[in-house]
């Protein structure tokens, strides 16, 4: 977070009340102490999830600790950490905050992921921290990337570089929420490529891409394999919220 705005936080928290995003209970902070502790007994990694993809993994799925879908058809990404499930009690908070605009929900969703992740986290090695983009299109419609005004609030180990210019997207008028898991890897195919500015840069990079919502998988995989084609050595997934129910293949 940027000095100035840590200053400005800080003088508001004083100065005017909170609601938690949650409970909407006014209080100091943007969650508060009942759904932090609640928040931390339901967390999804508080369940034996697949190592790749973050999904929970079934009864026969424990000893590999990855799903039978990564362990046929494994993803360019190494990795995904998820902070809860979609259906979860942050799902409402961050419809208001893509939807409604309300950015002081970005506050209170990163407060839960830095209260919740950083501790398993800050031994994970990486050299850039990247938002999944917008396209210019729904980047100026929207008029903010939801990813990135959560990234760029984590906390994370200060030698992983913060940028959301060196991912980029094309715009694409179809929308993919209620698309099938064929159909989604379809659409996604040469949707991201990196910024020319700073072509090269990746090689032998390790690199964390955050994204709000992880559904069926697709955006991230297709992200992966662009920066692995681009000299990437290990990519990690950071999700806010991992959609569970099955993603239909046909």
Known sequence: MRPIENIFQAIFSHLLPSACIVCGAFQRHTLCLDCSIQLESDQLSNYECCHQCGLTLEAGELTEKRCRECITNPPYFDETHCLDRYEGR???ALHLLKYQRRLACAHGLVSAWNQLMTHSLK???ADYLLPVPLSP???CSRGFNQSWELARRIDCDK??????????????TQHQAKENRANRQIAIQDMFYINPQFQGQLESSRVIVFD????SGATLNEIARVLKDNGASHVTNWVLLRTLYPVLSS
């Not at 570089?161 to 094309?170: A, E, F, G, S």
């Open 159 to 172: 030698h992983i570089h913060k940028n959301p210019h060196i991912l980029k997207r094309h715009h694409h």
């Open 212 to 215: 709000d919502v992880m559904t």
């Open 137 to 139: 299109e729904k980047l």
């Open 123 to 125: 031994n994970l090695q």
């Open 90 to 92: 942050l799902q409402s």
